[in-house]
């Protein structure tokens, strides 16, 4: 049998330790303030997912083979190219407040943000509000 256990896992690393050592200042400052959106939304602090993934609230689903996993409900990462934002009930139910969002990229369950700027924050809030409420 294959081993199929995750390799991405909460970790105890800080989260402040690993936004600041982003080289990019804006994105430093997009990824504060998503820290704050996301934990408003979730009631719940940042957490670090891998080395690279700042999530939030926990998550327990089952797959139909039985297998079970704890996640995050919804989280992103600053990657070189963009900023993705996850959320583990994807983003395909927000189909009227996706076009007012603003520039972005959409995934299976990511959206691909260059930065902040480029979108709508008071939307943003929303559509993870909303993926958030979703999982309940």
């Avoid at 049998?1 to 050592?21: G, H, Y």
């Avoid at 990019?24 to 080395?51: F, H, N, R, Y």
């Avoid at 083979?65 to 989280?75: K, T, Y």
């Avoid at 934002?85 to 369950?109: E, R």
Wanted: a negative charge; proline letters at 2%; aromatic letters at 10%.
């Amino acid at each position: 049998m294959a081993n199929t256990e995750l390799k991405t896992k909460r970790t105890n690393e800080s989260v402040s330790a690993f936004i600041q050592s982003i080289q990019d200042p804006i994105k430093v400052a997009d990824c504060l303030l998503l820290i704050e959106i996301m934990s408003k939304v979730t009631q719940s602090e940042a957490v670090m997912w891998g080395t690279s993934i700042v999530g939030f609230g926990n998550f327990h689903y089952k797959y139909e083979s039985g297998r079970e996993n704890d996640w995050f409900r919804i989280g992103f990462s600053p990657r070189k190219q963009n900023i993705t934002v996850y959320s583990m009930a994807g983003f395909l139910d927000d189909v009227n407040l996706l076009p007012h969002l603003g520039k972005f990229k959409l995934g299976k369950g990511c959206l691909y943000i260059k930065c902040i700027e480029d979108v709508d924050v008071t939307i943003l809030t929303d559509i993870l509000k909303h993926a958030v409420d979703s999982m309940d």
